[in-house]
């Protein structure tokens, strides 16, 4: 009877106890890594359904502000606020000289553009789609850098693959938040197209994926000089 038990119990520590049901449920995949990229694409995706909703009236509160003479002080304050609003979120992460000195160069270029358009709804979009490039940037690059694997491994008591840290870990956020901009700029003339007074226009595709390539190309650098 000894002997018996002693190999029922040799048999039990042997094997493996069976699969649990939580064990065998792959990993539960998450819509957002993180919280913070999960604000960034609420803030992305607000920015853009604000920036369609005022399509239709944009340019009839530019008429009333140019007849009463407020259009280049409006203009002017809406770009001190943003620009407030961009030095307080740059100071928020303790730069460096060389980081701000990398962002100098894409400032002046735009208001070097903004100073060149002539109609003001053709600045405001691109203040507009430089913002939305920025947060959907933003968001990618967050997303990037939350590696699901890592997590994983972390889990599992693995040893955690190596964070990729190279340039395709720079370029990947960056042409995703492009490609991304690129399109809404496009969905917006398209809207514009269906309103009685406004219409589509080529050109302004091209200015609103621009402002998204430049300020996703400030964002590029200002993080690559950061790693160093």
Known sequence: ????????????????????????????????????ERRLWLAAGGLLVAIFLTLAWVRPVSKVLRDLGLLRATMIGV???????????????RPGWREVAVLVPFGGFYLAVLAMMERAE?????????????LVYGALAVRRDARPDLASADAAGLEPPPRRSGLR???????????????AGWADEGVQYLLPDRYYDL????????????????????????RR
């Open 79 to 93: 770009f001190l606020v943003l620009a407030a609003g961009a030095a307080w979120a740059l100071a928020r992460t």
């Open 122 to 134: 053709e600045a405001f979009h691109f203040v507009q789609y430089g913002a939305f490039g920025a």
């Open 169 to 183: 870990a720079l370029l990947q956020p960056a042409l995703g938040a492009a490609l991304v901009t690129a399109l």
């Open 1 to 36: 009877m000894r002997r018996r038990l002693e190999g029922i119990e040799r048999v039990l520590v042997v094997c493996p106890s069976p699969p649990q049901p939580s064990d065998t449920i792959g990993p539960v995949v998450a819509l957002f890594r993180s919280v913070l």
């Open 203 to 226: 050109r302004d595709v091209g200015f609103n994926a621009l402002a998204g390539l430049v300020a996703v190309a400030a964002l590029t650098s200002w993080r690559l000089v950061r």
